[in-house]
């Protein structure tokens, strides 16, 4: 029968016999999938796994101490989390195209993770293995031919195309799994509830939520929007009745009123959306007192911004994402 249980099982005695002594290594993202791989392979080899975990300086609020906290300090797992925002920062600097930010992001994740690869196999590691998060439909989409967006190869999560003298053997646990079994496997792996009913969120991060160039003064501003948005909807309880949700920077100055003065600053946009397959989707029906609280709390918490809009816009013609 299907249980997590057995499965988990399963997965871990043949783990252990595919990898037998040797070194495995796995991109951390925090997100459901690389996550319970992480879970799994510790559980199977333990200290025979190194995670990296790449900070792109595009993450949301906190969201690398926690990955930290779950995974290296409760958890025990090894990890090493890379600081690398001044060199995803860098690379961005000027650039405002998406789909060229898409591909600068993507092309500095894979040359971050190289370079860490490489620094452990010259401290002697060895390592034999790559372990991917890849799910059954990621092989898939990967099967057809796809134009657009990079999400369909999930080029974040899954490190193809690393250089030549880094020649891995691929291990891929959940290759034949789907999402919400992937998550029932997380839970009784006993990753945090949170972390596996988490709200997608895109490879390129904020990187795709700062409209136009990314800067960190303006990555700095939306964090703190968009965890105010986020406290709030799980506070109402509406987080889970929305497939994803998230503050937009918009790159435009408005004017407003702060006491006797006037502030000229930035514009914050809310998007909630409503999906089962995310292909197509309706702009959530959030209750106005909610909107209006994250509004005032956001205007009122960050200087920087001026005003609040919502987003009303379904899937298609709009996409989920504003970029
Ligand atoms: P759109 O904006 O195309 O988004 O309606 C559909 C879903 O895909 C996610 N998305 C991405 N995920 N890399 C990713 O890993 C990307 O480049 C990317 N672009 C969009 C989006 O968050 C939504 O869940």
Redesign the pocket.
Known sequence: AWTPDNIIEMRVAQLKEQIGDEQVLLGLSGGVDSSVVAALLHKAIGEQLTCVFVDNGLLRLHEGDQVMQIFAENMGVKVIRVDAEERFLTALAGVSDPEAK?KI??KTFIDVFADTARELSGEGKGIQFLAQGTIYPDVIESAKSHQ?????I????NVGGLPDDLQFKLIEPLRDLFKDEVRKLGVTLGLPEKMIYR??????GLG?RILGEVKKEYADILRQADAIFMQELEKSGWYDKT??A?AVFQPVKSVGVVGDGRRYAWVIALRAVE?ID??T?RFAHLPYDLIETVSNRIMNEIKEVSRVTYDISS?PP??????
Not at 154 to 157: N, P, R, V, W
Not at 199 to 204: D, E, R
């Open positions: 898409r992001i993507g657009g967006k990079a999400h369909v999930k080029s974040h999560h709200h997608p969120f895109p490879g390129p795709v497939a994803q998230f999906t995310f292909m989707a899937k709009a996409t989920i994402e504003w970029e």
